[in-house]
């Protein structure tokens, strides 16, 4: 059987918007979280809340993280260079392992003190929170929910991982605020331990968070193959070209939030070169053009032996 290799390659310049969307939605983070982290640790030291103060030091790592996400984005979209041909997409994996190792390390200093004097016993000398670390839990938990979900949105919008992982970020102080007020509250109501309690439970909702964001980077650093319907739906777009006779190969990778393929296609043997390669640039172009997260494209062309 004859053999033709023709070969096709698209890289897709990063989109400004992208950049544009990322900056504006890590400023209105910076900002809500500066305001939310002080005025909480203002409430924690004087209602005596150890629940709060361990609250608003969530709040303070979201500061950090944030500005993370922000440097591994704009790595993210600096275009290919000579040293890093395929681009630099990775660096945003790598701006969310960083964060889910800041979240960690927050959640594992909170739930350390919270052990110590849930596990002290002396809960007599634990003081009682008072009324405006209540107030500073909710406000707490209304504001984190809607960062989470105007975070979310954006993040969706544009294809980030990293700023997906800095709203489940949101999300998840918006559940260790949660559990602040409940802590909060049953230790007004003449259970004091429930405060260091509460404490605990945040750190298990930082530390899953932190787990979740940890795997999804990974996942997106070992080159994964796309999930079965997109390849599905890859062969049967490339298929609908009628002068393709078939598929000898279909492999694909996820890179950072981009999409690498490498395909083979089979076509009559007795066409030309020249028939043959504008064959693959059809190919190349349909799926351009029908799928926004491909980089990437490397088109194969086998010479199919027909029965003429």
Known sequence: MRRNRIMKKVCVEPDNNFQRVADRVSAVSITGNLILSVFKLIAGVAAHSNAMISDAVHSASDVFSTVVVMIGIRLASKEADKEHPYGHERMECVAAIILAMILFMTGLGIGMEALKNILSGNYGD???PGILALVAAA???????????YTKVNATRIDSSALLADAWHHRSDAFSSVGALIGIGGSRLGFPVMDSIASLVIFIFIIKAAYDIFKDAVNKVVDHSCDEKTERQIYDRVMRNEAVMGIDSLHTRIFGNRIYIDIEIAVDGSYTLKKSHEIAEEVHEDIEKNFQKVKHIMVHVNS???DD
């Open 126 to 128: 634990l003081q009682v």
């Open 139 to 149: 406000i707490s938990i209304v504001s984190k929910e809607a960062m989470f979900w």
């Open 304 to 306: 199919a032996q027909t």
